[in-house]
């Protein structure tokens, strides 16, 4: 059974920094794509970043682009999100997501698993 479990998440001031873990278990993921999405109150599951796990590729949303950074661990089964330069609006529930590739790297309805989810607020 996969099982996708998210860590890291917790209030942090504007211009901090966190960093979000994701241990992934239950299958091999080489043929995935792994992925963090964020649903803020009221607005649509938001795509974030993303990474192949066969060969490392990364893929940013544009607003995050040189605050965030996504990065895989092979022996461990994880991948991380480190964050930034935190902004207000980066406030959200943050989900890991795996994808069995071939995937539409921003569309959630293209990943078979995700996880439970984790905090993050920015205050100002």
């Known amino acids: 059974q996969v099982q996708l479990v998210e860590s890291g998440g917790r209030l942090v001031q504007a211009g901090g920094s966190l960093r979000l873990s994701c241990a992934a278990s239950g299958r091999t993921f080489s043929s995935y794509i792994m992925a963090w999405f964020r649903q803020a109150p009221g607005k649509e599951r938001e795509f974030v970043a993303a990474?192949?796990?066969?060969?490392?590729?990364?893929y940013y949303l544009g607003s995050v682009q040189g605050r965030f950074t996504i990065s895989r661990d092979n022996a461990n089964n994880a991948v991380y999100l480190q964050m930034n330069s935190l902004k207000p609006e980066d406030t959200a529930v943050y989900y890991c997501?795996?994808?069995?590739?071939?995937?539409?790297?921003?569309?959630?309805?293209?990943?078979?698993?995700w996880g439970q989810g984790t905090q993050v607020t920015v205050s100002s």
């Open positions: 997501a795996a994808g069995r590739t071939p995937v539409t790297i921003a569309r959630a309805a293209s990943y078979n698993y």
């Open positions: 990474i192949r796990w066969s060969d490392g590729n990364t």
